[in-house]
């Protein structure tokens, strides 16, 4: 997916994939699937995607679709990202600045 937000260009197939994380597989309505990536520029972005009653809905007057849509993010909101969804091995290769051991 490909989309400008705020004079920068998104972009999936050009930014790195840093990691994966859904709230269940299959066609269920409510099935979300979000993918962290990181541009070459250092800038952290989400390209989320569900199903009619997902997060990531398209809305419709009284009704609704799958749809899907980028979310630029801070390096913070990234980090925050990757700890709430226990992606560990993204959190020590892309934020060690950030961690420490207890």
């Known amino acids: 997916m490909k989309t400008t937000i705020s004079n920068k260009v998104y972009?999936?197939?050009k930014a790195t994939?840093?990691?994966?994380?859904?709230?269940?597989?299959g066609n269920?309505?409510?099935?979300?699937?979000e993918d962290l990536y990181r541009t070459s520029k250092g800038n952290?972005?989400?390209?989320?995607?569900?199903?009619a009653m997902s997060k990531y809905a398209d809305r419709y007057l009284k009704?609704?679709?799958?749809?899907?849509?980028i979310v630029?993010?801070?390096?913070e909101e990234a980090y925050a990202w990757c700890e709430e969804h226990g992606r560990q091995?993204?959190?020590e290769r892309h934020f060690s600045n950030l961690i420490e051991d207890a």
């Open 28 to 33: 269920d309505f409510h099935a979300w699937t």
């Open 63 to 69: 009704s609704s679709t799958d749809g899907e849509r």
């Open 11 to 13: 972009d999936t197939s």
């Open 17 to 25: 994939l840093v990691a994966e994380a859904s709230n269940h597989g």
């Open 89 to 91: 091995d993204a959190i």
């Open 72 to 75: 630029p993010m801070t390096a």
């Open 44 to 51: 952290w972005f989400l390209h989320g995607r569900g199903g």
